[in-house]
Nanobody
Framework: QVQLVESGGGLVQAGGSLRVSCVASTRTFSWYVMGWFRQAPGKEREFVARSSRIGSTSYGDSVKGRFTISRDDAKNTVYLQMNSLKPEDTAVYYC????????????????WGQGTLVTVSS
């Protein structure tokens, strides 16, 4: 069982930046694909970014060029740096951990955090 705890959400103005973090309670953190998803009210959960154990990354089309995912395996932590934020980025952001086969679908992830709310004001 892996527990994930997100932090760093909050209120930011459009055009601003925010970094959210996720700490995992596992001794095998480096093995997992770590992903970020988001869910806005009334919408489906959306893929944001993922980082594989070999260092490759992938991003959703709506955040490419603005968001950066990174991980620190020594600290069991994955980060999501969000720049040039837009009001449409407002959502609850979830951290997730999956096997090396995990890709962009939430179905590929076995463990989820409780989420952290990011609100972007116009």
């Amino acid at each position: 069982q892996v527990q994930l705890v997100e932090s760093g959400g909050g209120l930011v103005q459009a055009g601003g930046s925010l970094r959210v973090s996720c700490v995992a309670s596992t001794r095998t953190f480096s093995w997992y694909v770590m992903g970020w998803f988001r869910q806005a009210p009334g919408k489906e959960r959306e893929f944001v970014a993922r980082s594989s154990r070999i260092g490759s990354t992938s991003y959703g089309d709506s955040v490419k060029g603005r968001f950066t995912i990174s991980r620190d395996d020594a600290k069991n932590t994955v980060y999501l740096q969000m720049n040039s934020l837009k009001p449409e980025d407002t959502a609850v952001y979830y951290c997730a951990a999956g096997s090396p086969m995990a890709r962009d679908s939430p179905m590929g992830y076995d463990y989820w955090g409780q989420g952290t709310l990011v609100t972007v004001s116009s």
